[in-house]
């Protein structure tokens, strides 16, 4: 049933391609978040598909570069046309996304199928550990870089946190590969078989496509502002995520119900820990390039909620194990703040 909707999805391509030469920006915004949806899809599989070729080294840089490439794509378009109020927002709420939301569905279907279930909480208490560093990095320009005459000051530190969490990342990620996994081949049979040459012909072919939904996409946020009066914070923290993340989060509420947690919150946390310590660091850098830096400074509310996310979810991992309760909590924290977040 899944797998014919998604196909079904892929007719959102021609259709936001089409109104975008009629200048019908809303419908394409909408198109183009459709049709993004089983791309990253594909690309998710394609990638999975390389790395069970590649083996275990390789293949975990293969899912560490594409892991979170759709929404990397759709933020460098939101970079390049200065929308930062977007790309801050998307980077918080891909955080809050996978932490309570995916997390939550995760652990909530699968309780309800396979009763408590068990996971490494020694690994996972260390990704959390990682994203409370992210946090104290972007904590940090709120507390002691508010007077306007810091700007300048905000800009070098901000590059230069960049590159800090760009280099832990990278090291946490050798340290990773290091150690072995008994989940590197996590696709279905199909997707597994498919050849070297199919794979990267698939990769290639997804992540042009994404490329070019992601500029529609972002090309229409201006006019979603103005006819549907969603804010371009609203848009950035709640709707792009969930849009540039929608197959990983299916994938990781799939291997749930299959009572493989450990991988559900690879999936989840780790996707987290990705976008705070690789995507944002990456984001920044090329804001630089593009001559028109971007600082670290997000706001009171993305702070808030992020350090929250976070906390919660460590209190999640502590003990190892994880029911659906649990699980119903961290879903019910998103969606009160995305409320808040759409009133705001």
């Known amino acids: 049933?899944?797998?014919?909707?998604?196909?079904?999805?892929?007719?959102?391509?021609?259709?936001?391609?089409?109104f975008r030469y009629t200048g019908n920006e809303l419908v394409t915004?909408?198109?183009?978040?459709?049709?993004?949806?089983?791309?990253?899809?594909?690309?998710?599989?394609?990638?999975?598909?390389?790395?069970?070729?590649?083996?275990?080294?390789?293949?975990?840089?293969?899912?560490?570069?594409?892991?979170?490439a759709t929404e990397l794509l759709i933020t460098i378009f939101a970079l390049r046309a200065g929308l930062f109020e977007v790309v801050k927002a998307s980077i918080a709420g891909s955080i809050l996304g996978n932490i309570l939301l995916v997390l939550g569905l995760a652990i909530m279907v699968g309780g309800f199928k396979n009763g408590e279930q068990k996971f490494d909480r020694v690994h996972f208490s260390n990704q959390t550990s990682l994203m409370f560093l992210s946090i104290i990095a972007l904590v940090i320009p709120a507390v002691f870089f508010r007077a306007e005459q810091q700007h300048h000051t905000l800009e070098e530190?901000?590059?230069?946190?960049?590159?800090?969490?760009l280099a832990l990342y990278l090291a946490g990620l050798r340290f990773a590969m290091g150690r072995p996994t008994k989940d590197i081949c996590a696709?279905?049979?199909?997707?597994?078989?498919?050849?070297?040459?199919?794979?990267?012909?698939l990769l290639a072919v997804s992540t042009m496509l994404i490329a070019l939904e992601s500029e529609l996409l972002v090309g229409g946020i201006e006019s979603v502002t103005e006819h549907l009066g969603w804010s371009q914070f609203f848009i950035g923290i709640i709707i792009i995520p969930i849009i540039g993340n929608a197959a990983e989060h299916f994938t990781a509420i799939t291997v749930a119900l299959k009572n493989r947690m450990n991988l559900s919150?690879?999936?989840?946390?780790?996707?987290?820990?990705?976008?705070a310590m690789l995507v944002t660091p990456i984001l920044v850098l090329l804001s630089f390039a593009f001559g028109t830096p971007m600082t670290i400074m997000f706001?009171?509310?993305?702070?808030?909620?992020?350090?929250?996310?976070?906390?919660?979810?460590?209190?999640?991992?502590?003990?190892?194990?994880?029911?659906?309760?649990?699980?119903?909590?961290?879903?019910a924290a998103y969606f009160i703040i995305a409320i808040a977040f759409f009133l705001l």
């Not at 279905?188 to 012909?201: D, L, N, R, Y």
């Not at 996310?309 to 961290?330: C, M, P, R, T, Y």
């Open 1 to 18: 049933m899944v797998a014919k909707l998604m196909r079904v999805l892929f007719l959102a391509i021609p259709v936001s391609i089409y």
């Open 29 to 68: 915004f909408f198109a183009a978040c459709l049709s993004i949806i089983p791309l990253a899809g594909l690309m998710g599989e394609a990638t999975e598909s390389l790395a069970c070729h590649t083996g275990e080294r390789l293949g975990g840089l293969l899912n560490a570069t594409f892991g979170n």
């Open 157 to 165: 530190f901000s590059l230069i946190v960049a590159i800090i969490l």
């Open 187 to 201: 696709v279905e049979a199909e997707a597994a078989h498919w050849s070297v040459p199919k794979g990267i012909a």
């Open 265 to 275: 919150f690879e999936i989840a946390v780790g996707s987290s820990t990705q976008i």
């Open 299 to 331: 706001n009171y509310y993305e702070l808030v909620v992020l350090a929250l996310a976070v906390l919660i979810s460590q209190f999640i991992s502590i003990d190892g194990e994880s029911n659906w309760f649990e699980g119903a909590l961290l879903v």
